[in-house]
């Protein structure tokens, strides 16, 4: 994202190495014959650390998504640690008081478009519609304020977003 839009995408299947559990593929909907053939992370680990270079990573649940990331890329002899961000609390602080804050439940609550559910890239469009909103909300400035703040790890230096 660059100024709150949406400037370029990236989503791949890859191959894990190992059956998908039953309740991963209930999840996710993705099964082994969907993965069989793919690459494997290896193959686009450069190309994902790429893209997260000088960025922020964004998610909802951040601390999941980047955890599965970050591990993967070390696998690949990789290292990188982007500061974080996460939208569930960027949507507790600016949208307080809704009865859920799992991503279905908040896009529905903002009146967000309908999104394939727990589909990396689904996922990730619509973190980035909470951020947009936020950030339309409330103005460029306390949002930068929340991403130092929420941003992890504190260290990190975050001039725009």
């Known amino acids: 994202m660059d100024d709150c839009e949406v400037v370029k995408t990236f989503s791949a299947l890859v191959d894990p190495g190992m059956p ?3 309740f991963v593929q209930n999840l996710t909907g993705i099964t082994d014959e969907m993965v069989r053939g793919k690459p494997q992370f290896a193959s ?17 649940n951040v601390q999941f998504d980047s955890k599965f990331m970050r591990t993967e890329l070390k696998r690949c002899c990789i290292k990188i640690d982007p500061p974080r961000l996460c939208t569930v609390k960027i949507a ?28 990396a890239l689904d996922d990730a469009l619509a973190a980035a519609e909470i951020l947009k ?3 339309n909300k409330v103005g460029p400035e306390k949002i930068l304020k929340e991403v130092k703040n929420l941003s992890t790890p504190k260290k990190a230096k975050v001039d725009a977003i």
């Open 44 to 60: 686009i680990a450069e190309e994902v650390a790429e893209l997260l270079k000088e960025r922020i990573f964004v998610a909802h």
């Open 20 to 22: 998908i559990q039953p």
């Open 92 to 119: 507790r602080r600016f949208f307080p008081g809704l009865p859920s804050y799992s991503l279905h439940k908040l896009t529905q609550a903002l009146e967000l478009p309908e999104f394939n559910h727990h589909r």
């Open 133 to 135: 909103l936020a950030y």
